[in-house]
């Protein structure tokens, strides 16, 4: 079963790129707090304006607070917009006894709180 494997927790969108292949480029320091690698599929959801869509991850400048939307994507968010970001894992039932998801709660210039 697909379980809630980590999340970011209320990030601040710091830019949108229409002019990139694709993905979220995410600070290293919050990919290393959550355990989210780099190419992992993970789904953006936009407080904001509702919206919700999966991208894969490439990695930001570590402590930069980068939480940037590229590609196609850029077109669903805006600058500003609060995000949750989250990756969800495949567990057996004898993983999800003592699985625990990584949440990171950031605070609006994404640094961890």
Not at 7 to 32: C, E, F, M, P, Q
Not at 36 to 46: A, F, H, P, S, W
Not at 51 to 56: A, G, I, K, L, V
Not at 64 to 82: E, F, M, P, W, Y
């Given at each position: 079963?697909?379980?809630?494997?980590?999340?970011?927790?209320?990030?601040?969108?710091?830019?949108?790129?229409?002019?990139y292949?694709?993905?979220?480029?995410?600070?290293?320091?919050?990919?290393?707090?959550?355990?989210?690698?780099?190419?992992?599929?993970?789904?953006?959801?936009?407080?904001n304006?509702?919206?919700?869509?999966?991208?894969?991850v490439i990695?930001?400048?570590?402590?930069?607070?980068?939480i940037?939307?590229?590609?196609?994507?850029?077109?669903?968010?805006?600058?500003?917009?609060?995000v949750?970001?989250?990756?969800?894992?495949?567990?057996?039932?004898?993983?999800?006894?003592?699985?625990?998801?990584?949440?990171?709660?950031?605070?609006?210039?994404?640094?961890?709180?």
């Amino acid at each position: 079963m697909e379980f809630l494997y980590a999340k970011i927790h209320r990030a601040t969108v710091t830019d949108a790129n229409l002019n990139y292949v694709g993905s979220i480029t995410i600070d290293k320091a919050l990919l290393k707090a959550s355990n989210i690698k780099v190419g992992q599929k993970v789904e953006i959801l936009d407080i904001n304006n509702g919206e919700r869509f999966s991208t894969y991850v490439i990695e930001g400048e570590e402590n930069s607070g980068t939480i940037c939307l590229n590609g196609a994507a850029a077109r669903k968010v805006q600058k500003d917009d609060k995000v949750i970001i989250v990756a969800y894992a495949l567990l057996n039932e004898e993983e999800q006894k003592t699985f625990s998801p990584k949440i990171v709660h950031v605070d609006e210039n994404n640094k961890i709180v």
